[in-house]
């Protein structure tokens, strides 16, 4: 059984302008240990496919269809009191700003203490052990001192690395982090991602890591989604994105990465244009505005996902051209693009 599955999950926001379709159609699946990145910029979705999988979206948001399993529960439209015994004790999340996260007028002992005593049976004397035990887990150092303190006396690693014990503390089989590392610097970032990918070996907990850039998860991930307007335009095995894209958003974020190895004076290539208004989403593919590729079918149709190699699915119309091209699409009765043939998995093998 999969520990945590994701069958086209649809997230909107009902405002006065409109509905937003900030998740339209997302499936995934995570297993024991394994550690999945979604990537994509600012309002491509990534934050909110994990607030609906906690069911912490607040109004005018609501989820709209899809199935979000959780070791063969399903969440979606589950009773509160079910939500609340798994939100923060089965599957724990990591926001981006712990500054904002943890209460100012509170000491750590004060919010640790009482997220531990809420999730767990233990009693206050246990629950302050176990919160000076994970401070120490995450390597803060004099940790009976940092108990004492508030938020604003630590550094913003520390305060990173409080979010992490917090979150931890009731030993979840699920950890979302969600860019734990956007405020800091590289330095710190280098740190948390290693911390992080210790733990995760360490206690072999499953990681649903959301960020920006590709390039802190290159060395974490076993799998990443790589979405663009609430869709995952891209999906697979990390090696097959990192050293085969085939959706043009994936190869763009690629390229705009810096090579440090590279001797020579190599400008970055930005994406063009600017993020599609979900307001105001086209008919075809939502990147085709921004996409030096395009073909008319891209703005008249949305891709169909197709395997474009083992493990390896993408919505990219580029891909059904090729593909046609060299004989490896298979279609339906009626012409609709299935699959590349090469791409099938073998029969018990991996599926995404």
């Given at each position: 059984m999969r520990l945590l599955e994701v069958e086209n999950l649809r997230t909107s926001f009902f405002t006065p302008a409109g509905e937003v379709k900030a998740v339209d159609g997302v499936s995934f699946s995570l297993d024991h240990g394994k550690v999945l990145g979604i990537v994509g910029e600012s309002g491509s979705g990534k934050s909110v496919t994990a607030y609906s999988i906690l069911q912490i979206l607040t109004q005018p948001g609501r989820i709209v269809g899809g199935s979000v399993r959780f070791r063969g529960k399903e969440l979606v439209g589950?009773?509160?009191?079910?939500?609340?015994?798994?939100?923060?004790?089965?599957?724990?999340?990591?926001?981006?700003?712990?500054?904002?996260?943890?209460?100012?007028?509170?000491?750590?002992?004060?919010?640790?203490?009482?997220?531990?005593?809420?999730?767990?049976?233990?009693?206050?004397?246990?629950?302050?052990?176990?919160?000076?035990?994970m401070l120490q887990l995450v390597g803060i150092n004099d940790p009976e001192k940092r108990l004492k303190q508030y938020a604003h006396e630590l550094s913003g690693?520390?305060?990173?690395?409080?979010?992490?014990?917090?979150?931890?503390?009731?030993?979840?089989?699920?950890?979302?982090?969600d860019e734990p590392t956007t405020a800091l610097d590289?330095?710190?970032?280098?740190?948390?991602?290693?911390?992080?990918?210790?733990?995760?070996?360490?206690l072999g907990m499953a990681i649903i890591m959301i960020t920006h850039d590709l390039g802190v998860i290159a060395n974490l991930c076993d799998e990443v989604i790589v979405m663009y307007a609430g869709r995952a335009a891209e999906r697979g095995i990390a090696?097959?994105?990192?050293?085969?894209?085939?959706?043009?958003?994936?190869?763009?974020?690629?390229?705009?990465i810096p090579n440090i190895e590279?001797?020579?004076?190599?400008?970055?290539?930005?994406?063009?244009?600017?993020?599609?208004?979900?307001?105001?989403?086209?008919?075809?593919?939502?990147?085709a505005p921004r996409c030096d590729h395009a073909m008319k079918i891209c703005l008249r149709e949305h891709p169909r996902e197709i395997s474009v190699a083992q493990y390896h699915l993408s919505s990219c119309w580029r891909n059904v051209e090729e593909g046609i091209r060299t004989g490896m699409l298979e279609t339906d009765e009626t012409g609709e693009p299935i699959r590349i043939r090469e791409a099938i998995p073998a029969e018990g093998g991996r599926t995404l």
């Open positions: 589950a009773p509160e009191s079910e939500i609340r015994a798994i939100r923060g004790n089965k599957i724990s999340i990591i926001f981006q700003d712990p500054m904002t996260s943890l209460t100012p007028v509170y000491t750590i002992e004060n919010q640790l203490v009482e997220a531990i005593s809420l999730h767990t049976d233990r009693n206050k004397r246990q629950s302050r052990d176990r919160a000076l035990e690693g520390m305060r990173q690395r409080v979010m992490i014990a917090m979150a931890l503390a009731c030993e979840p089989d699920i950890l979302i982090a590289v330095t710190i970032q280098a740190q948390i991602l290693e911390l992080m990918d210790r733990l995760q070996k360490q090696r097959e994105i990192f050293y085969n894209p085939k959706h043009e958003y994936t190869k763009g974020l690629l390229r705009s590279n001797d020579e004076k190599e400008q970055l290539v930005p994406i063009s244009g600017t993020p599609v208004d979900l307001l105001n989403l086209p008919g075809g593919c939502a990147f």
